[in-house]
């Protein structure tokens, strides 16, 4: 294993090239699901999934995923960056086994849980942002085929479908050309990583996937590109999920550099679910964070002026908490060609004015701020 990293890193070095290039603004937002889902993991009988499955879609459809939304496309359209990287892009479909109203799919608690957050952020967007290209990770028709999984909701029978990718939103005055990465597992656009966590469901194993998606996006003249990933979650209790994260970290440095850019300038953006601060699980399984840095990134919002910690995450899981509770720095924004200045880096959705409108609670658009940053090459 420690020869294995440690090959694997020799090779991720890679070799800048000088470049003279405008800036390009760039913003990655997790949009956050809303609930848990690992109580659906832990259920050992069916009426305790059934239990945990209702309790999951009643706290997604107490965070209002749609006006969540459309808070979150109200930042991006303030800002308007030519590309965006967005994590967390759920989509769950509900289908009634027997409709009627009120019922079912329709029930109070659960119906606004049923959403799909890219197409209520490009209809928030429309039609200043299209999507360039993505990737799509955890799809639960790969367990249970459509309609869906059976729940019963208030003994009314249903069945739920759910999805979840990586998105890249370019502004509709930008050139993007998904990139096409030599990976052993293409998903969409994109790739879903080598190593993937597997977990046992009452339907047969579920595998949690993460991945990554790249575009060629030109911005005044200039092509850059921009990957945006989320990584596998960490826990120092759980050493198989930072072996993972660690392992998936060293998967998209190899494949990014047996990919040529070209000369363009080279970002990458996303849910790294790493920060700098965050301990290794052993010597020779080093951080996400750690690789990127040893690779010859450039973490950008180190870069910038000022002394702002930079917290991206988390707000409390039912996004109620008053005020702003982030305190990890997961969300980055690297550069490989080193920036000649970092402007206007922020950490955006941290105040009150951020938070969705009445009427109903007043509630945090995502669990994460949006990252954003110009960098000047």
Known sequence: MKRLLGCCLLLVVLSPVPIQAAGLQVMTQNQYLGADLAPLFTASTPEDFNAAAVAVLQQ???????????????????????????????GITCTDAVQAPGVGCDDAL?????????????AALAPMYTTAAMV????????????GIPVTVQGVPVFIALVDRDVLLVRSDVAATPVTFPCARPSDEGCNYSIV???????G???????????????????????????EQTDPNNPPLMYHQSVQAMELLGILQATPSAGQPLIVVGDFNSSPD???????????????IMAGFHDAWALRPGTLAGYTCCQAP??????????????L???FEYPTKVRHAEVLGTTAAAKTPPPGDRLWPSDHGALIGELQF
């Open 278 to 292: 965050e301990v290794p699980l052993a010597p020779t399984v080093p951080t996400p964070y750690v690789q990127f």
């Open 197 to 203: 966590l597997q977990v046992p469901t009452l339907f």
């Open 333 to 335: 924004l690297f550069a």
């Open 60 to 90: 997604i459809a107490a965070s209002d995923p749609a006006a969540r939304m459309q808070r979150l496309a109200a930042e991006i359209a303030k800002a308007m960056p030519p590309v965006v990287a967005l994590q967390e892009v759920f």
């Open 136 to 147: 799509t990770n955890v799809n639960t028709t790969a367990i249970v085929p459509a309609p």
């Open 205 to 231: 194993p579920l595998n949690v996937e993460r991945g990554f998606v790249g575009v060629d996006a030109t911005v005044n003249d200039t092509t850059y590109r921009v990957v945006t990933t989320h990584l």
């Open 110 to 122: 659960v119906r606004r849980a049923f959403v799909d957050h890219l197409d209520d952020t490009l």
């Open 318 to 331: 039912d996004l109620l908490n008053r005020h702003s509770a982030l305190s990890q720095r997961i969300d």
